[in-house]
């Protein structure tokens, strides 16, 4: 997980929109990114997700429905997300949830390529 450095963008809004499964996200250098649910579960900055080591960490399949019940604020560097799957074992710092803005498209390409190498499916 990535931590807290001198130049992370704060938010300074967050905002689910349990509906339509976002995440709204507004930083303080002017960025937003909306980031759906299921996005956020699948790249969760859990050792469950993302492993105990190095390599791609475990495939999350079949979490297409998935929405997020809880935002748990951490301190100053952090958002905890519980999901209704039960998942609630992931610290977003603010570096890890701006990075996964960012990266939104290469990293949701990236997870669908994953699914159909490994045969498996969103929902």
């Excluded at 079949?62 to 951490?74: F, L, M, R, Y």
Aim: hydrophobic share 35%.
């Amino acid at each position: 997980m990535a931590g807290l450095s001198a130049t992370t963008p704060q938010p300074s809004e967050i905002k689910l929109h349990q509906v339509s499964k976002i995440l709204e996200i507004h930083f303080n250098d002017g960025c937003h990114f909306d980031l759906s649910c299921e996005y956020l579960r699948v790249f969760s900055p859990s050792a469950e997700v993302r492993g105990h080591g190095a390599g791609p960490g475990t495939l999350q399949v079949g979490k297409q429905g998935v929405n997020i019940i809880d935002i748990v604020p951490v301190g100053n560097y952090a958002v905890k997300l519980v999901f209704d799957d039960g998942h609630d074992s992931g610290l977003y710092s603010w570096d890890h949830l701006y990075e996964l803005g960012r990266n939104r498209e290469a990293n949701w390409q990236d997870y669908l390529a994953r699914l159909e190498q490994a045969g498996a499916a969103r929902a």
